[in-house]
């Protein structure tokens, strides 16, 4: 018996970590801080070969040839997608990061605190732009109507928006937000009229941040905006159309349905209080538009359409 505990003690560790996560080998089991990971048959053989090899640089063969043999193919989106649900399902517990044009990386301990830290201010400006929204939602009710009657009275709107301009700032500052997921934004503006509207340029903001910030969290590897300027005619006046794909999971037609109601989530593994689009739907109804969601066909995740009043040539401001 004695030399039966002895042979026990001497085997190795048959847990693997990587800071709160854990993988009992012998088992199959994920464990993250201390709750077991509900995945996929799929999503568990990429994550495991991610915690036999972690802190190693993956490539897209690598991770086919020995996950999947012959069964993926490197060069589809597939692999993008089933890395992307577990990096949602992981949170920031544990570090699963893409090494553009490289692969992929699961990040140590040591790795993931050794990071540099996300600067003082850049924190404080998320802290004021959340307060902000706040703010904004609380009194959505008083201002809707002045909104209208804005939208309705162009002489005593504010000033025209170059929604363009607009657009590519807040892409900007989501390629900030969700660089560690490595993502390529795409911005196409159609030739032609520029897109402009007459509004609160912080109002675009607010919706354009919410639509921009949940195809980020959702992608995979790739969102796509496309903005155009439908121009009109005596019996409709001209739109700005905007439409934001990403190449995620997408929604069910159920979903697509309830999408929008306010605080109402599908999945929890994804950080956010629900209330994103439901802002962007009430602020866009605002103005007199609409925002309709739809399945991409260009990235096969989820399709944003949003529709504003767009100002007719008379209105626009002459060049100088």
């Not at 990386?105 to 540099?116: G, H, P, Q, V």
């Not at 195809?215 to 155009?228: C, D």
């Not at 439409?243 to 109601?261: F, S, T, Y």
Request: hydrophobic residues 45%.
């Amino acid at each position: 018996m004695a030399s039966l505990t002895s042979t026990v003690a001497r085997l190795p560790s048959a847990v693997l970590r990587v800071g709160q996560l854990e993988y009992d080998v012998v088992h199959g089991r994920f464990n993250l801080q201390g709750q077991g990971l509900q995945l996929t048959a799929q999503e568990h053989k990429i994550l495991a070969f991610f915690m036999h090899h972690a802190g190693k640089l993956l490539t897209r063969s690598e991770i086919s040839e020995n996950v999947y043999a012959r069964d993926l193919d490197p060069d589809s989106n597939t692999l993008d997608v089933l890395i992307g649900r577990i990096r949602r399902t992981l949170g920031g517990a544990a570090q699963l990061v893409t090494e553009r044009g490289q692969g992929f990386r699961l990040l140590t301990s040591d790795e993931a605190s050794s990071d540099a830290a996300v600067p003082a201010a850049d924190v404080q400006w998320q802290v004021q732009a959340m307060a902000q929204v706040i703010d904004r939602y609380q009194a959505r009710t008083f201002s809707d109507a002045l909104h209208m009657q804005a939208a309705m009275h162009p002489a005593t709107a504010a000033q025209p928006v170059d929604v363009a301009q607009c657009v590519a700032e807040v892409v900007r500052m989501m390629e900030r937000l969700h660089a560690d997921q490595a993502l390529e934004w795409t911005l196409q503006v159609q030739d032609g009229a520029p897109p402009l509207w007459r509004g609160e340029r912080t109002d675009l903001e607010e919706v354009l941040g919410n639509l921009l910030d949940n195809a980020g969290k959702w992608a995979a590897s790739a969102v796509h905006i496309g903005l155009a300027m439908e121009e009109g005619d005596a019996a409709q006046p001209p739109q700005v159309v905007l439409q934001i794909e990403d190449d995620g999971p997408g929604m069910a037609p159920h979903q697509l349905r309830a999408a929008g109601q306010r605080g109402l989530r599908f999945d929890d593994s994804v950080q956010g209080s629900g209330l994103g689009l439901h802002i962007a739907t009430q602020m866009v109804q605002a103005y007199g538009g609409e925002l309709s969601l739809g399945k991409s066909a260009l990235l096969k995740g989820l399709s944003v359409r949003v529709v504003l009043p767009g100002l007719q040539a008379a209105q626009r401001p002459r060049k100088a």
